[in-house]
């Protein structure tokens, strides 16, 4: 399993030095809050997307409109 080209032992070294670092309890609150932000950042990056592709669509419309306009 690879994620970031980090293999499984480099995430068991990372999860146990987080678990001896921040300690059970706050581990939990730490995974807690870095889910909320991702959920977060990914929910930002969507309405980004949907607002990008709703520009792009009125950019087109637009450029269909001025080269109508242009063939009179």
Same mark, same amino acid.
Request: proline share 1%; glycine share 4%.
């Given at each position: 399993?690879? *994620?970031?080209?980090? /293999?499984?032992?480099? =995430?068991?070294? &990372? !999860?146990?030095? %987080? *678990?001896?670092?921040? /300690?059970?309890?706050? =581990?939990?609150? &730490? !995974?807690?809050? %870095? ?38």
């Amino acid at each position: 399993m690879k *994620i970031f080209d980090i /293999g499984q032992n480099e =995430l068991l070294i &990372v !999860a146990l030095l %987080a *678990i001896i670092v921040l /300690g059970p309890e706050r =581990l939990v609150k &730490v !995974a807690r809050e %870095a889910g909320k932000l991702i959920k977060n950042i990914k929910s930002y990056f969507s309405s980004l997307s949907d607002e990008l592709k709703t520009e792009l669509e009125f950019a087109d419309d637009l450029k269909k409109e001025m080269d109508d306009i242009t063939k009179i």
